[in-house]
């Protein structure tokens, strides 16, 4: 099925093209600015820590063969006690590689991830993408994501462990979360979406195909609020089946007409339960890409720090 004519209405009142230059290649994460940074840190109270990533391990990954070539990661020793100076039989050391899809486990989407209608986000022609890599938009080009983080816990607004599968997160369910969350997400957030489904592992299949996720409308509302990036704890970050029997439309409002950064697979359960704990729904967040050169996507080990 094509894209909708509620489809281009959305893409038209949400897109940013132009709206930090004809150059742009990061989008709203322009929104974060010195300013949103100091904010991000001043929510800083207890000092606790937690990573919101899966492991990198072959036999743990959530990979399960639906996507072609998104493959979990495979370790492997190049080096294990080695000598490198046969002078010197004391000193040994060891080295090790990774064969690794870059949107496996946690991960952030880059701007050039999905296309469509010729383009990706700014204008840029679809075709900045080529075998070596995206010329535009690149994960390169974000060179630090540092905010402040604002749970929003769907799961817990509706009383449920897990959303149902294809349970569609709508904007009532943002404004619910957020008045729960006790904190206005404000310009330049970073705003974590928790559906619960990472509790459904280690059922690889069940989590693939869990479903839950935000709709088209969302968009609207992640575009008022001057959201800087987006991140969710499911596979697929959108609702499945996809909204209005489209293909990934809610990944290409955020991608290409936002240019909003997007992000899957995140652990937010021992997070939620802090935040639920103490009240706290904001934090420090640091979640930089790797930088990747011509990247379409990246690994990262987000850090909220409370």
């Not at 690794?100 to 209608?117: I, P």
């Not at 489209?246 to 290409?256: A, C, E, I, K, S």
Request: charged share 20%; aromatic share 8%; glycine share 10%.
């Amino acid at each position: 099925m094509g894209l909708t004519s509620e489809f281009h209405e959305l893409a038209g009142q949400v897109r940013n093209w132009g709206r930090w230059g004809d150059d742009d290649e990061i989008g709203t994460l322009n929104l974060i600015t010195p300013e949103v940074r100091r904010r991000a840190a001043s929510s800083v109270r207890s000092g606790e820590a937690f990573s919101l990533a899966l492991p990198l391990d072959e036999d743990e990954g959530i990979q399960v063969g639906v996507i072609p070539d998104r493959n979990n990661p495979v370790h492997r020793m190049t080096m294990v006690n080695g000598a490198l100076d046969d002078e010197d039989p004391e000193a040994f050391t060891s080295d090790d590689a990774v064969d690794l899809s870059l949107q496996a486990a946690t991960h952030w989407d880059g701007l050039c991830h999905v296309s469509y209608g010729g383009h990706i986000y700014n204008g840029y022609p679809a075709d900045s993408i080529d075998e070596a890599g995206a010329s535009r938009c690149g994960i390169h080009r974000i060179t630090s994501l540092t905010s402040r983080g604002v749970l929003l816990d769907v799961a817990r607004v509706k009383g449920v462990d897990v959303l149902e599968a294809g349970y569609p997160i709508t904007a009532a369910d943002l404004d619910a979360a957020e008045d729960l969350a006790g904190v206005a997400v404000q310009s330049g957030d970073v705003v974590l979406v928790r559906t619960g489904q990472y509790g459904l592992l280690p059922d690889k299949w069940a989590y693939t195909l869990g479903g839950a996720g935000l709709t088209m409308a969302t968009a609207l509302w992640f575009h008022a609020h001057d959201v800087a990036a987006v991140a969710t704890d499911s596979l697929a970050f959108e609702v499945y089946p996809f909204d209005g029997g489209m293909t990934l439309p809610v990944h290409l409002l955020h991608l290409v007409e936002m240019g909003m950064t997007q992000g899957q697979n995140w652990v937010l359960d021992d997070l939620a339960a802090d935040c639920a704990d103490d009240g706290q729904y904001d934090f420090l967040l640091e979640a930089s890409p790797l930088p990747f050169v011509r990247a379409v996507g990246s690994p990262v080990n987000p850090v909220a720090v409370k």
